[in-house]
């Protein structure tokens, strides 16, 4: 099992393979600058050397952890100021990854203020397009995150995602993160043998499964459908343990690395690390 957790990195990049591996991880994420500014700088030659001789050190792979984007980004937001920033913060965001020899940017497609999902798409679309064709050299992978249908928010749903994939110009650089709160927000059961394959089978129908690369696990404060967005801890939410069982139990899942977001710090992510290994361990066999 690869898993690990949304790490801080507020004592320095090079101090995340670490502290990852002491919370009984063996991956992890990060953001690449403080989530909430539009400013955001390249590490310089010293951090970025560090960086990767921590991270060979750690046994962890580049390609196995996660870099999120900055919360600000909305490349389907209607208002040309903030859209040219967000292509201005993705572009330098890209280039922060690939400096720190990683190969995953995750982030969200965005909320179309009211505009329409189609314009939205049209709009996330163009702005992966101007992203991408600087950063043609790169070997940085966009990942796109389902998230809550909420707010405006487009992709949501594995169609929509679909049609984003498909209207860029570059689509063997775009592939998915699946979030199993957002996804339980959406309506997206995962608490039962058949509800895991039936999501297996429609993200495979839609984007393919060679797309689906990363995983945000996190429970869910609200029941299924409520489109409320808030993380709760492994098994203290309406996904509960044995609906995390299910999920985990499935081949298809466990080749992908699972990046805990959960409330709390270090201390509580060991302890939502011990507990996915507990939940697959402590279950037998089921077929419900």
Known sequence: MIIGAHMSTSRGFDKVPQASLNIGGNTFQIFPHSPSMWRAKLPDDTTARNFKYRLAESGIKPEDTLVHSGYLINLASPKPEVWEKSVELLDLEIKIVEVLGLKYLNFHPGSHLGTGLDEGISRIAKGIDVVLSRNEDSKVILLLENVAPKGGNIGSTFNELRRIIETCSYPERV??????????????????????????????????????????????????????????????????????????????????????????????HAEDIKRVKEILGENGDSDD
Not at 204 to 230: C, Q, T
Not at 252 to 264: A, F, H, Q, V, Y
Request: glycine share 10%; with cysteine.
């Open 175 to 268: 592939m998915i993160t699946y979030d199993t709160c957002h996804g339980f927000d959406a309506g997206y059961d995962i608490r039962s043998k058949a509800a895991v394959e039936k999501l297996l089978e429609e993200i495979d129908s839609e984007v393919g499964l060679n797309r689906f690369v990363m995983i945000h696990l996190n429970d869910s404060k609200y029941p299924l459908g409520a489109a409320k967005d808030r993380h709760e801890r492994i098994g203290e939410g309406y996904i509960g343990n044995e609906g995390f069982y299910h999920f985990l139990s499935n081949p298809e899942i466990l080749k992908r690395p699972l990046i805990l977001e959960t409330p709390g710090k270090d201390p509580e």
